[in-house]
DNA sequence: ATCTATCAATTGAACGTTCATTCTAGTAGC
DNA sequence: GCTACTAGAATGAACGTTCAATTGATAGAT
């Protein structure tokens, strides 16, 4: 893949964004994205096969995005809480700083594009795997409580997820205290 | 309205609510809405003008649901704790027994129907506005940590929505003893 | 260096389908 | 006979997708 065309798919992917948080999956037709991508409708179809397609494959970018964001450069010394809180406050900022993606993954996730079992691929491109592995370690070393590991995760990302709903439909100021505090209800509830 | 009118309504949300879940918005024609209530198109839109209107009564129509399944009969004798735990398992219990209403509900919130500007009728309506004054209860008789309602709100609400959709997905599976203890880790988080 | 062959990349008009909505006609209850 | 309700074919706009035609780039042959 050359850097052309790395470039086509980027501009398609980011015009797509944009107009998806704007208009949603169906107010957004082909013919937005080749105008605001500066390519023509034949263009988008040579590179992805159907518009389903398309938000499948944006999907995947997403996760990838926000997963390599997260999980940048921790470091090894710090102790385990220290990690819980970078990595959510990580995971939140990101959300926050990519509105777009945010907004399109939230409606991915609750639509029918997302069939559950079609989940081959991102088992291992997932950011919640990464996440249950940090999970998981927190309960082995004794550190979070002896749960199950998808209820520990549902305090934690979805309490995070309805904060940054809410700053970003204006419903709250976004405050780095509020961050920290959320974070800090939901170490509370989680640790041991 | 005669009962004859509320029936034909009802009837036409129910149906619409099960497509919904099923084909997603724009998945979901009004020949087929027409179809599963056994009207006709013209019927449909007798009662309601437009697509969007009905979506948007349907709407309306969840919350409500959801607001009088939760808040029915609270005896107020018991501690504030217990109407939490009380509250919150209803809360998820609604949205696990009404799977049409939940996943229609979650794809409205991050969908462009939901105009956050458009909260007029909703204000008065909203079971968001019942959660907060319990919340805001909770925070002024000192039974919950003194921060901001929406960063109790969100740590509360965040954290069953999503533990109900890893449910609904199929992630997890249903346990009454899971629902204890997620409330049970919010609980320790939010309480002062 | 020039020519040629090959294939990837790009274009956008045209196509066929789908769908929300309208319209006209008919029915039931009072 | 009047009003509220029901019916579903017809309408027309919008949309995803296709396709024939064109350009650009690369590599091998001369």
Redesign the interface.
């Known amino acids: 893949m050359n850097v052309q065309l790395i470039d086509k798919r980027e501009g398609i992917f980011s015009a797509t964004l944009t107009l998806i948080h704007?208009?949603?999956?169906?107010?957004t037709a082909m013919s937005m994205i080749a105008k605001k991508s500066n390519v023509s409708i034949g263009t988008i179809y040579h590179y992805f096969p159907s518009k389903d397609n398309l938000i499948q494959e944006i999907y995947y970018h997403c996760k990838n995005e926000l997963y390599n964001y997260i999980f940048e450069t921790i470091d090894k010394n710090d102790s385990y809480k220290s990690h819980f809180f970078i990595i959510f406050q990580r995971f939140t900022d990101f959300y926050l700083k990519n509105v777009d993606m945010f907004?399109f993954m939230?409606?991915f996730y609750?639509?029918?594009?997302n069939d559950?079992s079609y989940d081959e691929k991102s088992k291992y491109l997932c950011h919640d795997n990464k996440i249950y592995d940090f999970l998981m370690e927190g309960i082995h070393s004794g550190q979070l409580?002896d749960?199950?590991v998808?209820?520990?995760?549902?305090?934690c990302?979805?309490?995070?997820?309805?904060?940054a709903?809410?700053v970003l439909?204006?419903?709250?100021e976004y405050k780095e205290q509020?961050l920290t505090?959320?974070i800090d209800?939901?170490?509370?509830?989680?640790k041991k």
Do not use: D, R
């Open positions: 704007e208009n949603g999956f169906h107010g907004s939230e409606q609750s639509s029918p594009y559950h409580k749960k199950n998808h209820i520990l995760s549902s305090a990302i979805g309490g995070l997820v309805s904060f709903k809410k439909y204006g419903k709250v509020y505090e959320i209800i939901i170490w509370t509830g989680v």
